[in-house]
């Protein structure tokens, strides 16, 4: 059974398409003062990035944010 994103959520949500990099996310959601971002492709969401997602499989892993895509990144399993 599907579900929409606005059947759970009561604020607003940030989107941000896969292929924006992981520092500009980070830049967006620290500007925003927003602990996760829904990823999209054409609009659909694929994912989402977190602050969980930014320290273990960006900088836990000494990688450059700067040269990954939030679409390489963000959690897919959000059921």
């Known amino acids: ?3 929409r994103i606005n059947k759970l959520v009561n604020s ?3 989107t941000l398409e896969e292929n ?3 520092q500009k996310a ?3 959601m620290a500007e925003d003062d927003l602990e996760s971002v829904l990823v999209t492709r054409s609009g659909k969401v694929i994912g ?5 997602d930014l320290v273990k499989r960006v900088v836990g892993r000494g990688k450059n944010p ?3 895509k939030l679409g390489d990144v963000c959690s897919r399993k959000l059921i």
């Open 20 to 22: 924006v990099d992981i």
């Open 12 to 14: 607003s949500v940030k």
């Open 66 to 68: 700067a040269e990954l």
């Open 48 to 52: 989402l990035f977190t602050e969980k």
């Open 1 to 3: 059974m599907a579900c």
């Open 26 to 28: 980070a830049a967006i």
